[in-house]
Nanobody, 124 residues
Framework: VQLQASGGGLVQSGGSLRLSCATS????????IAWFRQAPGKEREGVSC????????YYEDSVKGRFTISRDNAKRTVYLQMNSLKAEDTAVYYC??????????????????WGQGTQVTVSS
């Protein structure tokens, strides 16, 4: 089982990045996938999630209207399109799953399988 986040980088405030979470080794089409982030000196926080079974999505208020989560079942990949980036979006971003097919929401503690992160740095 693997989840691999990629697509991070350095971008100016107001810019955009698209993160990818490539997966393998499990039934991708069924399970919910979430994006988290951890800024220096802060706890990891949930950002967004997508239920791969019914396509429902959830966003934390801090990113609502700026970030869009989507999936490509053929590529077994979940994306996080990040627009209008702010300095406070700077963090290591991770994708995760809990191998459950239930709709996602703000219950971030449910996720227990993580991939390696990708660094996003937004310069002001």
């Amino acid at each position: 089982v693997q989840l691999q986040a990629s697509g991070g980088g350095l971008v100016q405030s107001g810019g955009s990045l698209r993160l990818s979470c490539a997966t393998s080794g499990f039934a991708f089409n069924y399970y919910t996938i979430a994006w988290f982030r951890q800024a220096p000196g802060k706890e990891r926080e949930g950002v967004s999630c997508i239920s791969n079974r019914d396509g429902s999505t959830y966003y934390e208020d801090s990113v609502k209207g700026r970030f869009t989560i989507s999936r490509d079942n053929a590529k077994r990949t979940v994306y996080l399109q990040m627009n209008s980036l702010k300095a406070e979006d700077t963090a290591v971003y991770y994708c995760a799953t809990d191998f459950e097919a239930t709709p996602c929401g703000s219950n971030w503690v449910r996720y227990d399988y993580w991939g390696q992160g990708t660094q996003v740095t937004v310069s002001s």
